[in-house]
Nanobody, 126 residues
Framework: QVQLVESGGGLVQPGASLRISCGVS????????TGWFRQAPGKEREFVAT????????YYADAVKGRFTISRDNAKNTVFLQMNSLKPEDTAVYHC???????????????????WGQGTQVTVSA
């Protein structure tokens, strides 16, 4: 069993930056591919970013490319999402997700990740 706990959400103004974190326990962190998804009120959950465990390659949704950066610290069993130039449309609950054996064609699909955190609220508003 894998446990994921997000932290670092909050209320920020448009244009601001925020970094959210996800602590992972219960399984060798280095063996997991980890990602971030988000869900805004009344909308479907959507893929944000993923970082592969082996290569460290990163992939982003078009809506966040160039503004968000996903990274991980294997020594601290933590994955981060640095969010810059935040917009009101980035407002959502951000969930950390983890899985093993993922392939490129599945990383944008929530069902490919067996383990999920409870989420952290990010609100972008003036």
């Amino acid at each position: 069993q894998v446990q994921l706990v997000e932290s670092g959400g909050g209320l920020v103004q448009p244009g601001a930056s925020l970094r959210i974190s996800c602590g992972v326990s219960g399984r060798t962190f280095s063996g997991l591919t980890t990602g971030w998804f988000r869900q805004a009120p009344g909308k479907e959950r959507e893929f944000v970013a993923t970082i592969f465990r082996s290569s460290g390659n990163t992939y982003y949704a078009d809506a966040v490319k160039g503004r968000f950066t996903i990274s991980r610290d294997n020594a601290k069993n933590t994955v981060f999402l640095q969010m810059n130039s935040l917009k009101p449309e980035d407002t959502a609950v951000y969930h950390c997700a983890a899985g093993s054996g993922l392939i490129l064609s599945t990383i944008r699909t929530g069902a490919a990740y067996p383990w999920w955190g409870q989420g952290t609220q990010v609100t972008v508003s003036a």
